[in-house]
Each structure stands twice: as C-alpha cells, then as structure tokens.
Nanobody
Framework: QVQLVESGGGLVQAGGSLRLSCAAS????????MGWYRQAPGKQRELVAS???????NYSDSVKGRFTISRDNAKNTVSLQMNSLKSDDTAVYYC????????WGQGTQVTVSS
C-alpha cells in the first residue's frame, strides 16, 4: 500500500503563486510515475502534470509555462509550483502515484480569487 499526503493549498489572488507538496510513504518504488490531478466542481478529474523517476514531465496545455512539477526520489516527494494563477485553476488538487496500482492523496483545495 501507498499513502500520499498533500499540503500547501489555500486561497490566493489571481496572478499569485502557490506551491503544493506531496509526501509518499509505504511500499514505494521510485520507478513509479508521480503526478498532480485536479477536479473543479461539476467537472471530471483531469491531469495537471506528471513526472517520471528520470524527470520526464508532462503538462496539460492549460498550465504549460505557468506550473512546474518536480520530485525528490530520495525523499519520495513531489511538488507543484503554480505561478500566474487564474480563477480557472480553482479546484481540489490530488497527488497521484502509479506503478502497478493507482494511488491518490486526500486532496487539497486551491482557490483563486479574481
């Protein structure tokens, strides 16, 4: 089993920045892919960004150039630096780890006020 704990959400004005962090524990294999998803009210959960063990990243078009994902394989953590936030970024953000299974954190609320 894998446990994921997110931190760093909150309320920010449009144009501001937030940094989300996620700590993984349990049966972790660093070759797993780690990432961030988000779900806004009334919408499906969507990929924000993901990163492989080697550092290969993938971003949704809506956040490219504004968000940066990073991970520390030694500490089993993944972070998401979010800059130039927009009201459309308001959502619950979930940390994700997948290898043979698919694991989720409890989610952290990000609210961007316009």
């Amino acid at each position: 089993q894998v446990q994921l704990v997110e931190s760093g959400g909150g309320l920010v004005q449009a144009g501001g920045s937030l940094r989300l962090s996620c700590a993984a524990s349990g049966t972790i294999n660093s070759i797993g892919v780690m990432g961030w998803y988000r779900q806004a009210p009334g919408k499906q959960r969507e990929l924000v960004a993901s990163i492989t063990r080697s550092g290969m990243t993938n971003y949704s078009d809506s956040v490219k150039g504004r968000f940066t994902i990073s991970r520390d394989n030694a500490k089993n953590t993944v972070s998401l630096q979010m800059n130039s936030l927009k009201s459309d970024d308001t959502a619950v953000y979930y940390c994700n780890y997948r290898l043979t299974g698919n694991y989720w954190g409890q989610g952290t609320q990000v609210t961007v006020s316009s």
